[in-house]
């Protein structure tokens, strides 16, 4: 059988792509060529234009030839006459069965019926599609095969790591260097002014631009108040009204989410530009590594990063590595500077890394990982965290969504979630059509407690929670357990 592959995004243009839309999709494919290549001749394609030639030239020859679209739905060409198999990740619990803007391909159900059958990487879209278009539609849960790159990664690290940024961007909370870029009390008090200044109705004024006395006065007496409670919450037992309403500020804009506070404004022009180029990174101790793009508002940073604050305030062995993956990475990062300028003091570490890490970089990282963290609303499989697990080392996670399929106590320390009504992410009417999980903010610090004290007090805990992650990963996404599903797929489709 000959496969043709297909992303929007290709080798030569995914470094200065990183955090668009769909950006995801080129890894996934990469993944999924080793096990394509395991089952016939495969050839990624640059263009659409080539698929049905190639198709005609394959059918000449006497084999069998599908096209395998790794997009979303309403990108995946329709009218080819090439078989196509669309290849999609997805987070939700129901798939868009509407169109919208006379567009009749942003309904998923009926492009995925006019397909005949697809691949997606997790039970909770097998079932969703299936919902929409039939309990009979054939489709497969096929995570990317990432487990088999790991085995070299699966020893126990040294008790420290030095990590070289060749071209990036390196915030470390434990060097004195990053005073000058850590918002003061001054910048913190005006973005909340500014916040609520966005609040109040427009004041008329003979002078343009003018604020009236008593709005003035209203708006340093309401900062003063906020700034207060925040500090004073912060102290108290964990919970999590202190920091979501804050903080929520800070993160990336999530339009469906009903209950935001304004965007603040914040005073980047004010603080030095963020130091790029080469750096040097030393860990130890524990350290907690996430990896994710800051601008999705889904993968729920704030919370990652006040919990982690709160648990391990006067813990400095504990380390909290972000690792971003975004070309455009100066808002973020100051919008985490200001997030961490409010709130109380902490021992722990705070690192916040851009840049490309080269192989032998990246694997050290995951080597002296102690644990994977995610707090995210929904995944569609979560490529870091599947990989952090093939390494054997286990997580700080939720179990929903995707997660759901390989997410338990036994391989992560598992974290409470509730479901919110939220809109499908590309749908302009930000109507509630599906639903979400919100992190329970308290169990987050919770579960970042239980995972330090394994790791440093339970080391026979840690060992064991290690080993189960890699034989889960081992079941859900190897290239023996994808050429399985994938060979009884298509066979079922030629029967």
């Given amino acids: 059988m000959k496969f043709l592959a297909y992303s929007e995004l290709n080798a030569s243009r995914i470094e200065s792509s990183l955090g668009l839309p769909d950006y995801s999709y080129y890894f996934v494919l990469k993944e999924f060529l080793p096990l394509l290549r395991e089952l016939g001749e495969v050839e990624v394609v640059e263009r659409l234009e080539q698929v049905d030639p190639l198709f005609h030239e394959a059918r000449a020859r006497g084999e069998a030839c599908v096209f395998l679209s790794f997009m979303p739905p309403h990108k995946t060409p329709l009218g080819l006459e090439c078989p196509v198999i669309p290849v999609f990740a997805w987070e939700f619990d129901s798939i868009p069965n509407q169109h919208w803007l006379e567009d009749e391909r942003q309904n998923w159900a009926e492009v995925l019926r006019r397909c005949g059958r697809a691949i997606t990487h997790s039970g909770l879209t097998v079932e969703a599609a299936r919902q929409a278009i039939g309990a009979d539609f054939p489709v497969v849960s ?11 990664l699966r020893v126990p690290a040294d008790v420290s790591a ?8 390196v915030m470390d909370s434990h060097d004195l260097a990053l005073a000058p870029y850590i918002p003061d009390g001054d910048a913190v008090a005006r973005a909340v002014t500014s916040a609520r200044a966005r609040e109040l109705p427009q004041a008329t004024s003979s002078t343009p631009g003018e604020v009236p006395p008593t709005v003035r006065q209203s708006l340093l007496r309401t900062t003063m108040r906020y700034l207060v409670e925040w500090y004073r919450l912060a102290w108290r037992a964990p919970r999590p009204a202190p920091f979501v309403a804050p903080a929520e500020a800070m993160e990336p804009l999530n339009p469906v989410e009903p209950g935001r506070l304004p965007e603040v404004a914040g005073d980047d022009a004010d603080m030095p530009p963020l130091p790029f180029g080469e750096h040097c990174l030393t860990l130890s101790g524990v350290v907690f590594t996430a990896v994710f793009n800051p601008y999705d508002g889904r993968k729920n940073w704030v919370d990652m990063l006040t919990a ?7 813990t400095s062995e504990a380390t909290l590595l972000f690792k ?3 070309h455009e990475y100066e808002s973020a990062m100051n919008d985490m500077l200001m997030c961490m300028a409010r709130m109380p003091a902490f021992k722990c570490r705070v690192v916040l890394m851009h ?5 032998a970089e990246y694997d050290a990282l995951i080597r002296h990982t102690a644990f994977i963290v995610n707090a995210s609303h929904g995944e569609g499989q979560c490529l870091p965290l599947m990989e952090y697990l093939s390494c054997g080392k286990p997580a700080v996670a939720p179990c929903h969504s995707a997660m759901a399929d390989y997410i338990d106590e036994q391989v992560a320390f598992v974290v409470d979630t509730w479901l919110d ?15 979400r999980h919100q992190i329970d903010w308290a169990s987050l610090v919770e579960a970042y407690r239980q995972a330090f004290d394994c790791f440093t007090r339970q080391p026979e805990r840690y060992r064991l929670m290690s080993s189960a992650a890699v034989e889960r990963m081992r079941g859900h996404c190897s290239l023996e357990a994808g050429r399985g599903r994938l ?3 298509l066979a079922a489709d030629v029967a």
């Fill in 142 to 152: 096929i995570p990317a095969p990432v487990w088999d790159r790991f085995n070299a």
């Fill in 162 to 169: 030095t990590l070289r940024v060749r071209a990036g961007v």
């Fill in 308 to 314: 982690f604050c709160t648990a391990f305030r006067d």
């Fill in 324 to 326: 971003l993956g975004h």
């Fill in 355 to 359: 840049g490309y890490l080269d192989r």
């Fill in 421 to 435: 009504a939220t809109a499908w992410p590309h749908d302009p009417r930000l109507a509630y059509r599906t639903l």
């Fill in 487 to 489: 060979e009884a797929f």
